[in-house]
Nanobody, 119 residues
Framework: QVQLVESGGGLVQAGGSLRLSCAASGRTFSDYVMGWFRQTPGKEREFVASIFWTSGSTDYVDSVKGRFTISRDNAKNTVALQMNSLKPEDTAIYYC????????????WGQGTQVTVSS
């Protein structure tokens, strides 16, 4: 019954920006870590960013540090990924995910939203 729905993907030129949103429902996520992952054809799913819902502590893959920002809105139960200075290599399907904080693997996943960055 937990649902994660991503939105905000699209086509942008290199150097542009996009803001992805993940609408979370079905439970209270206070004890969860929310994450963003991405995947391109022929490659494994890659961790992008995460945020502890309660503390707000964040983590990023090195390739997006300084360019992407993950955030959450407690009132709206949403998680956002602000993506600036986009590069063609950022092109991927981006997925929202959630895991109970003591778990290593993510428990819930969204359907994904396509981000395409042209050179």
């Amino acid at each position: 019954q937990v649902q994660l729905v991503e939105s905000g993907g699209g086509l942008v030129q290199a150097g542009g920006s996009l803001r992805l949103s993940c609408a979370a429902s079905g439970r209270t996520f206070s004890d969860y870590v929310m994450g963003w992952f991405r995947q391109t054809p022929g490659k494994e799913r890659e961790f992008v960013a995460s945020i502890f819902w309660t503390s707000g502590s964040t983590d990023y893959v090195d390739s997006v540090k300084g360019r992407f920002t993950i955030s959450r809105d407690n009132a709206k139960n949403t998680v956002a990924l602000q993506m600036n200075s986009l590069k063609p290599e950022d092109t991927a399907i981006y997925y929202c995910a959630a895991r109970f904080w003591v778990n290593t693997k993510y428990d819930y996943w969204g359907q994904g939203t396509q981000v395409t960055v042209s050179s």
